[in-house]
């Protein structure tokens, strides 16, 4: 197969990017689309260019690292997948390809298709944690739960953090993401103590970002390579009420539990 | 949050405002009842007027205040976006908002304040009433005032049927099996409140109601 791809190339935070279009030749169809793009860059390699930069790590749709928008979707056209598990008969012959970042202002391009998403672990740094104690691991099923429960948590924990559902939303808002998080652990014992704190913590991470705000057009849900559903954002907004009137009851709580004790 | 706070306020409104409307089918004595028993009260009235008012200016200048926000996150646009689930009226809210808000505009100073077309500002029915019902027919009757009205009515349905579901979302309710019913919760009040103020305009342009 052939195939004309329109890429963003930049070669820099600061620089100014613009599209490039290269031709993709011998591609098989049973070729994943980053190995399709392994090609480009080896043919780009052996005439002494530069290589198409873009994130990539397990090639199974777990590690969340690959982020292309591909002909203006988010992971391409499938559903349910990352790009990596995205193959190339899935395209017609000839066809041509536009290939993009994830565009935000959270996400800054750090190169080509390389945007910088720890924008994400920070948000997870101020609230996507349980406090435990250190020490041997707790016996599994010490602490049981429904199986309604424990499928809930598990919908909400498959989120990968790829970054998708922001490069998908039009407002680029981490809403999904945040969901995510928030349902999974408020949904358990185990993170039930510090539930209140948790979401108003997130969603105040959110903001500092510069993440939009959810409209509810549900754009994330439909290129969430993990099908996460956006039930999970009334979760979040349900939790974020909560916590303001749960909030609003307590005496002030401790600084962060992993505040340096002096 | 807010802006789902005012926009469900104002859906209240627009849901009782369909209600009374319909009197018009129960003939001039009702409809004409109505609005001196609303008249009669002015404190009400007025606190509602007002009420209503501030609560329309807050759900626009949040909506704006958002949509600013929303636009900086978001400095580069992407050459090529493609929408894959978003309805129609979620992708059109600020161009139905605005529609709305000039429909109002014109509705209040057409059937409220009675500075388009005074003709009928103060005329009384036979029982001494303000004759509203009169007022209704007549405007009717006129073909560009059925077009306007049936935009803004349009508007009102597009914005609606994105609009509930998407507050009741916000404000937080959600429960697996009932999800559904709240989904469809949102286009089926924007379509009945349409359908109302639409059966009222097309009554009278067609002569059922005279």
């Given at each position: 197969m052939k195939f004309t791809l329109n890429i963003w190339r930049q070669n820099g935070p600061h620089e100014r990017g613009r599209f490039i279009t290269y031709e993709a030749q011998?591609?098989?169809?049973?070729?994943?689309f980053l190995e399709m793009l392994d090609g480009v860059n080896q043919r780009l390699l052996g005439n002494g260019e530069e290589p198409v930069a873009f994130e990539q790590d397990c090639r199974e749709g777990i590690c969340g690292s690959c982020s292309l928008v591909i002909n203006g979707i988010p992971h391409g056209?499938?559903?349910?997948?990352t790009t990596c598990q995205?193959?190339?008969?899935r395209f017609s012959d000839g066809a041509f390809i536009t290939i993009e970042p994830w565009r935000a202002k959270a996400f800054p391009?750090?190169?080509?298709l390389v945007v910088d998403r720890s924008a994400l672990d920070r948000i997870m740094q101020a609230g996507g944690y349980i406090s435990v104690n250190t020490g041997g691991a707790v016996d599994g099923n010490v602490i049981l739960i429904g199986k309604d429960q424990a499928e809930t948590a598990m919908d909400a924990a498959s989120?990968?953090?790829?970054?998708a559902c922001v490069a998908a939303c039009k407002n680029a808002s981490a809403m999904l993401f945040v969901a995510a998080k928030v349902s999974h652990l408020a949904t358990l014992p185990q993170g039930r103590p510090e539930r209140a704190r948790r979401v108003s913590a997130m969603l105040e991470a959110m903001d500092r970002e510069g993440f939009g705000s959810c409209g509810n057009q549900y754009e994330c849900e439909a290129v969430c390579p993990k099908n996460i559903s956006t039930r999970f954002i009334a979760n979040l907004n349900h939790e974020y009420l909560r916590a303001g009137i749960v909030e609003s009851s307590l005496p002030s709580e401790p600084e962060s539990p992993h505040a340096e004790s002096s | 949050m807010g802006l789902a706070m005012t926009g469900l306020g104002l859906v209240v409104f627009v849901v009782f405002h369909m209600l009374g409307n319909l009197q018009l089918f129960e003939g001039p004595h009702a409809l004409n009842g109505y609005a001196a028993f609303l008249r009669d009260m002015p404190i009400v009235l007025w606190a509602v007027r007002i009420g209503l008012l501030s609560m329309a200016a807050l759900h626009i200048g949040l909506a704006l205040q958002l949509s600013m926000r929303n636009r900086r996150a978001r400095p580069v646009e992407y050459t090529i976006h493609r929408y894959r689930q978003a309805s129609i009226a979620s992708r059109t809210m600020a161009i139905s908002g605005m529609v709305l808000l000039l429909f109002v505009g014109f509705h209040l100073l057409h059937l409220t304040a009675g500075v388009i077309d005074p003709g009928f500002a103060d005329r009384r029915d036979p029982a001494g009433y303000r004759d509203v019902y009169g007022k209704v027919v007549h405007a009717f009757q006129n073909p560009f005032m059925v077009v306007l009205y049936l935009a803004g009515q349009l508007g009102l349905g597009l914005h609606l049927s994105h609009a509930i579901a998407s507050s009741v979302q916000t404000m937080g309710f959600e429960h697996a099996a009932l999800n559904r019913l709240l989904k469809a919760f949102g286009p089926v009040i924007g379509l009945i409140v349409v359908l109302g103020n639409v059966a009222i305009v097309l009554a009278v342009f067609f002569g059922i109601v005279r």
């Open positions: 011998d591609v098989s169809p049973g070729m994943s056209p499938d559903q349910g997948i995205l193959y190339m008969r391009i750090l190169k080509d989120c990968i953090g790829c970054g | -």
